[in-house]
DNA sequence: CGGGCGGTTGATTTGTGTCAAGGAGGGTGG
DNA sequence: CCACCCTCCTTGACACAAATCAACCGCCCG
C-alpha cells in the first residue's frame, strides 16, 4: 500500500451529503479513505435505492467498478471525509510497484467476492435479527481494529433506514429487532448510537439463535 | 485469452460427480471451462451445502480463492467436463502477456462482484418465482451466447435441489413456483429441462410482479 | 409555528419455511 | 425380470417472520 503514495492526491473535505463519485461519471480512479463514511448505493428504476456497503478509513472503493465505463454505484459521504485518489490507468504501466500491486488488488477481490458469497449464503438462513446483530458486531469489529472506536457504543453515522436497505429489511422490521435485542439486555438503543451490551450473548444469538 | 493456450494444460475427461478442486487442496490454479458445467459448493458445518453458482464453457472457475491458501469451495462436476488448467504462479510473473490477462482478469473481478451485489440488492425485493424466473432468464441468455441451445428449452444439468439450495429456496418452493407458472402459461416443466414459453412474459414479471 | 423526515408502534396479510406423506424414476441385487 | 431401495421431486396442512398499511411521535429546520 506504501507504493501507493507517490500516484496518489489526497482529496478533502467532502461534507455529509457529498458524492465522492457518481453513477454517471466516467470510472478513472479508485478512492482510499483516510477519514469519515462513505455509503456506496445505486439508484434504482423505481426510485428507491439499494444501499451495497459502508466504508471507513483504510478502506477503498472504487473496485467494483472496474472492468465498467461508469461508476456503478454513487459514492455518498456519511462523515465528513478525506480520501486518496488513485487514477486507475496506473494500473495500466507496468511499472514494477504496479505489478505487486495488481497481485494485491486480485487477492481483495477474492476477499471481495467471498465476503459476498457468504453474505448471500448466511443471509437466508437467519432472521433480521441475527443479521442486524452481525452487522452491528462487524461494525464494531471493523471500528475497533482502526481504533475508531474504544467501546462497544457505536456511534452510527448511518441512518437506521440505511441499515435496513443494506440489510434487505423494512425500517419497521429494524425498529422492531432493536427493540427486542434491547429488552432482552444484548444491545441499548440510542438516537444515532448503538451500545452492545453483552456480546457474549449477541454472538452466540449470532450463530444460531 | 488466447495468450493462454502457451502456459496451459487441457485436463479430462470428468465424469458427473467428480471434482476439479476441493476445499482442502492448495489453491494453486484457475480453470477454464471448456466443455461441461461445473457448480461451486460449500459444506457448511451442519452438514448442509451451499451452492454459491453453476458455470459453463467459457467461464473461468478458481477466481473466488485468490488471496487464500486453499480452494473457497468444492467444483463438482455436473456435466461431463473438460478443462484448461492455468498454473496460478503465472500471474505471478511479469511477462506481457500476463500484465495483460491481470488487467482482463481485474476486469472479470469487478463484473462478478457487480453481480453478486446485484444479486443481494434484488433478491431481497423479489419473490421466490421472481428470482426463479430471472435463473432461467440468465441461463437462457447464458446458453444462447454460446449457441449450446438454440431454443428456449433448457436442459437442467443440474437437480431442482440445487437451484432451490443456489436461489436460497428449499425445494417445496421451487417445485410450488415452477406449477404456478406452468398454470400461468409463462414456462413449461420438464423432467430435466423447463422451457420458457412467453419470454415477454416471463420479462416482465422479472421486473415487477 | 408548520412541515417534513426518520423512527416507532400496532393490526393485518402474505410468502416461504417446516413437517409429513407420497410418487416417479433409476439403480442394484436377487 | 421383478422387488427393493434411494434420491429427487411433488403436494398438502400449518406456522412464523417479515412486509404492508396506517397512524403517530419527536425532532430539526426554515
Known sequence: MHALNSVTLSKGPYKIGDFIYKMENQFKSLFIIQSGVIKLEKPLRDGNVYVTGFYFPGDIIGLESAGGAKYSYDAVVLDQAWVCEMPYHYFESQEPSSVLLKEHIISLYGQKLREADRLLA??????????????????????????????????????????????????????RALQKLQRQGVIRNYKNAIEIVDMKVAKKMICRL
Request: a positive charge.
Open 122 to 175: 448466511h443471509d437466508r438462513y437467519q432472521t433480521g435479527e441475527q443479521r442486524l446483530l452481525q452487522f452491528l458486531e462487524m461494525l464494531c469489529k471493523k471500528l475497533f481494529t482502526q481504533n475508531l472506536e474504544k467501546t462497544h457504543k457505536l456511534q452510527l453515522p448511518m441512518s437506521k433506514g440505511d441499515i435496513a436497505n443494506y440489510l434487505g429489511l423494512r425500517p419497521e422490521s429494524i425498529s
